[in-house]
């Protein structure tokens, strides 16, 4: 595999880990392993001048790309073509949304985690739909109508909640 192959996939792996709190020594290059080398091997000129935390990120993103299967790495490697593809205004946005993700808490992540993968069990036309009118909304539409859904939602019982999302599933029958 080729140092332009690895590169935007330990990009992308080092964008998705979490900062760590603790400060790590730097490692001199000699002393990392042979996959590590020959994954991080684009890396082997600058590898001395390159903080410690950065090295440890870059590290751990060669484990995990070590530990993948093929289909795995066919996926990252796919993901990171598309990020490739977007505007450097795209990736702003992206950047801005991951960053106030993060701020959130455990709690907040986990449902909007939830909620997207509730959104992906929409038929792709629904979906489709929805992004549509969400798209052709104003940004006051758009905030009446989150308070809405959410006066609605906190007056439903657990049976109710259920059933509404038993007919998002269905395509609204």
Sequence with gaps: MSSVQLLPILMLCWLAMPIAVCAAES????QLSQDEQTILHSFREQWETLPAERQRKLRRGADRWANMDPEQKRKVKQRFRRWQSLSAEEKAKI????????????????????RRE????LPEGKRRELREKWKNMSPDERQRLKQRILKRWKKMTPQQRQRLKEKWLNNGQ
């Design 27 to 30: 490692v001199p290059w000699e």
């Design 95 to 114: 950047r801005k949304r991951h960053a106030w993700f993060k701020q959130l808490s455990p709690e907040q992540q986990q449902r909007l985690r939830k």
């Design 118 to 121: 509730w959104f992906k069990q």
